[in-house]
């Protein structure tokens, strides 16, 4: 007499299991909402670049005038050296504090929630909030410079360019350093525990650990960072208007408030349509530059630099 083996729900192999690739239709939603708020503005925006527009009554098709007078004006190209020169400190000044706020951040020392939550306290504010209050902090007349001579001079910080110019980028570091320490914190929770302990097997330190280990895994969180530093440094805006207005005389006029000088002061929306295009192409092409010099686009592995 033969028994039948009982039938039972058996539990399916990894062969058995199919994922699939979500449909076109879930991208949908999000391809429309960057078409009709990225992409649509950015074509009006390219369009608007070749007439002549006050901003009332019907733009006037002037071809490529105003990009002729962006060519040809020496505030324009000054103010492209600015851009890149405040970038590239922002970038060079906010990287490493960041960097090592955000690593300290992953640790587990007690006080390491309340000292974080202070240092955190920068990204609550907006970039308007932090202008003023800088700007009344540094008043040459009755804020710190003022009661401290000794140390500023006549206290005029934002009476010359490369005091000015410190200013912005204290200011910047003060402002979003902890964004980017956030986002180092999150990858450095990240890293394998199991690699410290190996390089505690061997014998290194804490310094000799982070530069062999934690720097290599945090390679594409720097990358990231980097890229939203130079995007957000080009596009920089508030910060010039409230603390130093462009000032002293051009001096800190930089290409975002040039734009916003030539649309909303001069009424030259053409003008100002073309040095948008120029910013939203500077910007693109250095992240893309960024990205291929990196390798950060060849980068398949889960565990960054594992």
């Given at each position: 007499?033969?028994?039948?083996?009982p039938?039972?729900?058996?539990?399916?192999?990894?062969?058995?299991?199919?994922?699939?690739?979500?449909?076109?239709?879930?991208?949908?939603?999000?391809?429309?909402?960057?078409?009709?708020?990225?992409?649509?503005p950015?074509?009006?925006?390219?369009?608007?670049?070749?007439?002549?527009?006050?901003?009332?009554g019907?733009?006037?098709?002037?071809?490529?005038?105003?990009?002729?007078?962006?060519?040809?004006?020496?505030?324009?190209?000054?103010?492209?050296?600015l851009?890149?020169?405040?970038?590239?400190?922002?970038?060079?000044?906010?990287?490493?504090?960041?960097?090592?706020?955000?690593?300290?951040?992953?640790?587990?020392q007690?006080?390491?929630?309340?000292?974080?939550?202070?240092?955190?306290?920068?990204?609550?504010?907006?970039?308007?909030?932090?202008?003023?209050?800088?700007?009344?902090?540094?008043?040459?007349?009755f804020?710190?410079?003022a009661?401290?001579?000794w140390?500023?001079?006549?206290?005029?910080?934002?009476?010359?360019?490369?005091?000015?110019?410190?200013?912005?980028?204290?200011?910047?570091?003060w402002?979003f350093?902890?964004?980017?320490?956030?986002?180092?914190q999150?990858?450095?929770?990240?890293?394998?525990?199991?690699?410290?302990?190996?390089?505690?097997?061997?014998?290194?330190?804490?310094?000799?650990?982070f530069?062999?280990?934690?720097?290599?895994?945090?390679?594409?969180?720097?990358?990231?960072?980097?890229?939203?530093?130079?995007?957000?440094?080009?596009?920089?805006?508030?910060?010039?208007?409230?603390?130093?207005?462009?000032?002293?005389?051009?001096?800190?006029?930089?290409?975002?408030?040039?734009?916003y000088?030539?649309?909303?002061?001069?009424?030259?929306?053409?003008?100002?349509?073309?040095?948008?295009?120029?910013?939203?192409?500077?910007?693109?092409?250095?992240?893309?530059?960024?990205?291929?010099?990196?390798?950060?686009?060849?980068?398949?592995?889960?565990?960054?630099?594992?």
């Amino acid at each position: 007499m033969t028994t039948r083996a009982p039938q039972g729900r058996t539990r399916p192999g990894a062969a058995d299991l199919q994922v699939g690739r979500p449909g076109v239709v879930w991208a949908l939603p999000a391809a429309l909402f960057f078409g009709l708020f990225a992409l649509l503005p950015m074509v009006l925006v390219l369009v608007l670049s070749f007439t002549q527009w006050s901003g009332l009554g019907s733009p006037e098709l002037v071809g490529t005038e105003n990009w002729s007078r962006l060519l040809d004006d020496p505030v324009m190209l000054k103010s492209i050296g600015l851009s890149l020169v405040l970038t590239a400190l922002g970038v060079v000044t906010q990287t490493p504090v960041a960097m090592l706020l955000g690593v300290w951040a992953a640790g587990h020392q007690w006080n390491r929630a309340v000292l974080s939550a202070i240092f955190f306290v920068p990204l609550l504010l907006s970039a308007a909030a932090v202008s003023v209050l800088w700007r009344a902090v540094l008043d040459p007349n009755f804020g710190v410079p003022a009661q401290m001579e000794w140390l500023f001079g006549d206290g005029n910080l934002f009476g010359n360019q490369s005091t000015a110019i410190a200013v912005l980028v204290f200011v910047s570091l003060w402002q979003f350093t902890p964004l980017h320490a956030l986002i180092y914190q999150g990858a450095a929770k990240a890293v394998p525990p199991m690699l410290y302990e190996a390089a505690e097997i061997d014998g290194a330190g804490r310094v000799r650990s982070f530069f062999a280990i934690t720097l290599p895994q945090l390679r594409n969180t720097m990358i990231t960072s980097v890229i939203l530093m130079v995007v957000g440094g080009l596009t920089t805006f508030d910060t010039v208007l409230i603390l130093t207005n462009g000032g002293p005389g051009t001096d800190t006029t930089i290409t975002a408030f040039y734009m916003y000088q030539k649309a909303f002061r001069g009424f030259d929306f053409g003008l100002a349509s073309a040095i948008a295009v120029v910013l939203v192409v500077a910007a693109t092409a250095i992240s893309l530059v960024m990205v291929r010099l990196s390798g950060y686009d060849k980068m398949r592995s889960e565990l960054e630099g594992v």
